[in-house]
């Protein structure tokens, strides 16, 4: 019974990290490396970025979680894109059909996607991130540093909240 107790409690813990959000320690943000096409935009990079807030989101279009907060990122899109956040989506496949760019152009139409999409094919920003989840967020301050990730659904509230305090702060 104790055995069984503290396997719960393990995988508990596990699960709650691996779904949630956290305030990472200020590091310099991985540039995007070995994009296959930029989609929406011409191609990006973090020094081009610096003095924006920027939410760099990890998905792919047959994902449900990422279908789930699509809404949310487009929303945070629209409401502060004039404030100073970029969006930038990359596009990590799960699956070899993902891979091909048709199908990523019909999802953007799809799910009204208008910020920049990377299509991160090989992995390449992915492993630049260490990121193992679908979706995940990291935003990005002003100096260029990941202050904030959360991974998985949920806490869109928080996210939020936080995207808004990186923009009325001064560099």
């Not at 502060?80 to 930038?88: A, Q, S």
């Not at 990590?92 to 799809?110: D, G, I, Q, S």
Request: hydrophobic share 40%; glycine share 6%.
């Amino acid at each position: 019974m104790m055995k069984t107790l503290k396997f719960l409690a393990a995988a508990a813990t596990l699960l709650g990290a691996s779904a949630g959000a956290s305030a990472a320690a200020p590091a310099a943000a991985p540039d995007f490396t070995g994009i296959n096409q930029w989609l929406n935009s011409e191609p990006l990079s973090m020094k081009q970025l610096r003095g924006k807030v920027v939410l760099v989101d990890f998905w792919t279009y047959d994902c449900i979680n990422c279908i789930n907060t699509l809404s949310h990122v487009v929303k945070w899109h629209d409401t502060y894109k004039d404030k100073g956040l970029v969006v930038i989506g990359v596009h990590t496949p799960e699956y070899a059909f993902e891979r091909k760019t048709e199908n990523v152009r019909a999802a953007l139409k799809r799910f009204d996607i208008r910020y920049p999409v990377a299509q991160d094919n090989r992995y390449d920003t992915w492993n630049a991130y260490n990121n193992r989840y679908w979706p995940a967020f990291y935003l990005i301050n002003k100096k260029g540093q990941v202050v904030y990730t959360h991974f998985g659904e949920g806490q869109y509230e928080q996210t939020e909240a936080r995207i808004q305090q990186l923009l009325a702060q001064t560099e």
